[in-house]
Each structure stands twice: as structure tokens, then as C-alpha cells.
């Protein structure tokens, strides 16, 4: 048997698996690519959309489903939509309630294989630039059945979305608020979330929870650390996070996923 056979291992993007220039580093890749020919199965698990992933899908050895857009959407190891959560139909209310309350918020609408903008900020803007994504502007009113979307986010300065993130705690029953950055607030449907796309990646590919490892330095990947056997955090983590820690490594300038990887060689037997 493979030494790493019928292990499972979930990593977050960034800040963890690329360093502080949005790279895989060549000793993550080379250790990645050892776990996966030694048997062990491969995920993503990032707050990006599938666009915003493509080119590090070339590198690396997927070789499992894995989530996107904060857990609501999981792909095959095919790259093709596998399961997406959807939204609750109070998601089109929520909008105009939000967009009306603050009038320089942008808001995005996440849909498995395209974005929608309802409303451009500056930070939407650069959000799309940067990362080279395609859109189509629409109207509000004119937004599809929010069964069909995995995610909205609603972008503006740092000030704006913390007084938008404590506007939308009554609505913690219906919505999962969370932030990857200072001037997001990205929204899925309560219950969704990394722990729980990870969850459903495990028993898609037959791994029992003590075989699952998963690691993260945001608030957005608690969930799925917590779901894990062990949860990894590196040590760029703010130190109000840090704690959930089972084990930290090196931060994510120092080849952290190349140090899971080697605990769990010296740990974790076949």
C-alpha cells in the first residue's frame, strides 16, 4: 500500500498554499505531487470562484472533488460542477435590502460557472481585474432564481463592510456571512461552508473523518478544520485564529504545505 493511501487532504489557497506573490512555491508543489503519487487525495477548498483557480489547477494534482466559493461549490477532480448549494429565495430581498441600506456597496452574484453584477464598487472593480474574471452586469430586479446561485458578496471599503457584516447578524438563521479580506462580505446559505463541503468531498470519495486533514489561516476555514482528524494552521495566521490550531507550521512564505506534508509522513501510517 501507498503511503499515502486513503488519506484525504484539504487546503486553502491563500495565504496558505500560495505565498505572499499569489505563487506556489516549488517545494509545495514537489511535496504535493509526492502525497499524490504515494496515494494520497488532493483538495482545494478556497473562497475564490473556479475562474480565479484555473491556472494553479495546471499545477497541481487534483486528484479529488474540491470547493469553491467558500463551500458552495464542489467540483469533480474534472473540473465540472459536482454540488452547489444554491441560495434561499429571501436572497433577492436581501439584495435590495442591503443595496438600498448602503449605496456604495458593489454586489456580486456567484452562479457554478458565471458571476453576475448587480452593482460595481471600486473594490468590485479591482476584485474582477485583478483576478481576470468575467462578468455581465444586470439589474437587480433582473437576477435569476437564487436556487441556482452558490454565493453573493458584497464588496466595499473596510468600514463599510463591517457595519454591513453587523446589519446582516439577525439574518444568521437564513445566511452564512464570512469575510477572506477586509472589504468583502461573502454570503452563502446558512450551513454552508468549507467543514461542510468537506464533509461531502469525504464521503464522496469514501474516507472516514479520522482519515481527512485540512489546513487554513482564515475564519472561513474553521469549519473544515474543525471536521478534520488533524487541522493545520500556518503561522502567518492572525494570532486570534491561530489557536483552533491542532498543529502550526511554517507560514505561508516557507513551504507550509510541503511541512504538512512531512508531519504527516512521520505520522499518519498507511
Known amino acids: 500500500m501507498n503511503k499515502f493511501e486513503g488519506i484525504l487532504l484539504a487546503c486553502d489557497m491563500d495565504g496558505t498554499l500560495l505565498n505572499s506573490d499569489r505563487c506556489i512555491s516549488p517545494a509545495n508543489l514537489q511535496a504535493l505531487d509526492y502525497f499524490a503519487k504515494e496515494g494520497g487525495l488532493f483538495s482545494l477548498a478556497t473562497g475564490r470562484a473556479f475562474a480565479a483557480v484555473t491556472d494553479y489547477l495546471q499545477q497541481l494534482p487534483t486528484n479529488a472533488p474540491y470547493s469553491l466559493l467558500n463551500g458552495s461549490l464542489v467540483m469533480d477532480a474534472q473540473h465540472h460542477p459536482l454540488h452547489c448549494a444554491g441560495m434561499p429565495m429571501q436572497s433577492n430581498t436581501l439584495i435590495d435590502a442591503v443595496l438600498a441600506r448602503f449605496p456604495q456597496v458593489g454586489c456580486e452574484v456567484f452562479l457554478p460557472e458565471h458571476i453576475l453584477v448587480c452593482r460595481m464598487s471600486p473594490e468590485t472593480e479591482h476584485h474582477m481585474c485583478v483576478l481576470h474574471l468575467d462578468y455581465t452586469r444586470v439589474l437587480a430586479s433582473d437576477l435569476p432564481d437564487p436556487s441556482g446561485w452558490c454565493q453573493i458578496n458584497f464588496t466595499g471599503t473596510a468600514d463599510e463592510i463591517a457595519q454591513l457584516r453587523t446589519y446582516l447578524t439577525p439574518y444568521s438563521s437564513v445566511f452564512n456571512a464570512v469575510a477572506t479580506m477586509p472589504t468583502?462580505?461573502?454570503?452563502?446559505?446558512?450551513?454552508?461552508?468549507?467543514?461542510?463541503?468537506?464533509?461531502?468531498?469525504?464521503?464522496?470519495?469514501?474516507?472516514?473523518?479520522?482519515?481527512?486533514?485540512?489546513?487554513?489561516?482564515?475564519?472561513?476555514?474553521?469549519?473544515?478544520?474543525e471536521y478534520a482528524a488533524v487541522g493545520f494552521m500556518p503561522a502567518n495566521t492572525s494570532p486570534e485564529l491561530l489557536y483552533h490550531a491542532d498543529v502550526c507550521v511554517g507560514d505561508h512564505d516557507h513551504d507550509a504545505i510541503a511541512q504538512v506534508i512531512d508531519y504527516l509522513e512521520k505520522t499518519i501510517s498507511a
Open 184 to 225: 468583502f462580505c461573502e454570503v452563502t446559505r446558512a450551513g454552508v461552508g468549507k467543514g461542510a463541503a468537506l464533509r461531502q468531498i469525504a464521503a464522496d470519495c469514501g474516507v472516514p473523518r479520522e482519515r481527512v486533514f485540512a489546513v487554513g489561516d482564515g475564519d472561513n476555514d474553521l469549519s473544515m478544520l
